[in-house]
Nanobody, 124 residues
Framework: QVQLVESGGGLVQAGGSLRLSCAAS????????MAWFRQAAGKEREFVAG????????VYADSVKGRFTISRDNTENTVYLQMNSLKPEDTAVYYC?????????????????WGQGTQVTVSS
């Protein structure tokens, strides 16, 4: 079992930056692929970024490539999402997710554990 708690969301102006954190419980954090998804009001939850066990493999949605960076600290059981050059269309609830697979996938159904989400609002 893995419990995930996100933090770091908030209100920021367009062009600004935020860093989200996701703290995970459990002793086997390093054996989970981690990902960030987001869900805007009235829309489906969508993949944002994923990172494999060793952090050597990362995957990004086209909409965030070059602006967002996912990273992990296995000694702190934490995964991060650094978000730069934020746009109003990045406004959403951001969710952290964990999967036993070695490599990240963009498929929502692959992820077994989810956090409660943190709100990110980007004003124009």
């Amino acid at each position: 079992q893995v419990q995930l708690v996100e933090s770091g969301g908030g209100l920021v102006q367009a062009g600004g930056s935020l860093r989200l954190s996701c703290a995970a419980s459990g002793r086997t954090f390093s054996r989970y692929t981690m990902a960030w998804f987001r869900q805007a009001a009235g829309k489906e939850r969508e993949f944002v970024a994923g990172i494999g066990w060793s952090a050597g493999r990362t995957v990004y949605a086209d909409s965030v490539k070059g602006r967002f960076t996912i990273s992990r600290d296995n000694t702190e059981n934490t995964v991060y999402l650094q978000m730069n050059s934020l746009k109003p269309e990045d406004t959403a609830v951001y969710y952290c997710a964990a999967d036993r697979a070695v490599m990240p996938t963009t498929l929502r159904r692959s992820y077994d554990y989810w956090g409660q989400g943190t709100q990110v609002t980007v004003s124009s």
